[in-house]
């Protein structure tokens, strides 16, 4: 089955600074590769999205990156603030009869040091 | 938009009772929801898809009998934790599935919301 392996497990850069997460996946018919943000005691907020017709996706400071390849997609996040500190997910969506389901990488946990 | 919405949102219940989680679509209709199990510091585990009108789908290992869903309205899925016993405390998240289309160059869209979370504590 699908499986979606994501490092740094915990990462922290100084506010400013850039972040980047990485992740890979197994499955060749993945096509959807989601990426959510989650909050402690929160559910996970989805904060970008990139599907397999397209290379890279940016949305102000967030931008992703998918090399489908090589199975891999990255999250990069610039000018990094405070309240960006949160543990992140990637996902990576496996076929259903009816629509998908998604496969959840490990977290990172980011740290944003003022 | 694609607000999903979970009640309650913390529930403490005594060993053997059995708990309802309701998880619901605010402004869109969803043919498919998911529910997922969250242990502290971890990951995501999805427990079953839920179809609307039919059974839901349970992954491996996952007691069908102990986690009974039920998705009547394309707005609405509620999950029963069964004779519930301390091992089951846990954070259970919901996401509903949104379908639409959004053009040649993109198709189906199949993006998932998840509602806020539900925390279960059983003594």
């Known amino acids: 089955g699908e499986n979606v392996e994501q490092h740094p497990s915990t990462l922290s850069v100084q506010e400013g600074d850039s972040a980047v997460i990485k992740c890979t996946y197994s499955?060749?018919?993945?096509?959807?590769f989601p990426w959510y943000k989650q909050e402690l005691g929160k559910g996970p907020q989805l904060i970008i999205d990139?599907?397999?017709?397209?290379g890279e996706k940016k949305d102000q400071r967030i931008a992703v990156t998918l090399n489908k390849t090589a199975k891999h997609f990255s999250l990069h996040i610039t000018e990094t603030q405070p309240e960006d500190s949160a543990v992140y997910f990637c996902?990576?969506?496996?076929?259903?009869?009816?629509?998908?389901?998604?496969?959840f990488g490990a977290g990172t946990i980011l740290r944003v040091k003022s | 938009g694609a607000v999903v919405s979970q009640h309650p949102s913390r529930v403490i219940c005594k060993s053997g009772t059995s708990v309802k989680i309701e998880c619901r679509s605010l402004?869109?209709?969803?043919?498919?929801m998911f529910w997922y199990r969250q242990f502290p510091k971890q990951s995501l585990m999805l427990m079953a898809t839920?179809?609307?009108?039919?059974?839901?789908?349970?992954e491996q290992g996952v007691e069908k009998d102990k986690f009974l869903i039920n998705h009547a309205s394309l707005t609405l899925s509620t999950l029963t934790v069964t004779s519930a016993h301390p091992e089951d405390s846990s954070f259970y998240i919901c996401?509903?599935?949104?379908?639409?289309?959004?053009?040649?160059?993109?198709?189906?869209?199949?993006?998932?919301?998840f509602g806020p979370g539900t925390r279960l504590t059983v003594l």
């Open positions: 402004d869109f209709q969803a043919t498919t």
């Open positions: 996401s509903a599935r949104d379908r639409g289309w959004i053009g040649l160059a993109g198709g189906i869209t199949d993006t998932q919301y």
């Open positions: 499955d060749s018919a993945s096509n959807y």
């Open positions: 996902a990576a969506s496996i076929p259903l009869l009816y629509g998908n389901k998604l496969v």
């Open positions: 839920s179809n609307e009108g039919s059974k839901a789908t349970y």
């Open positions: 990139i599907r397999s017709n397209v």
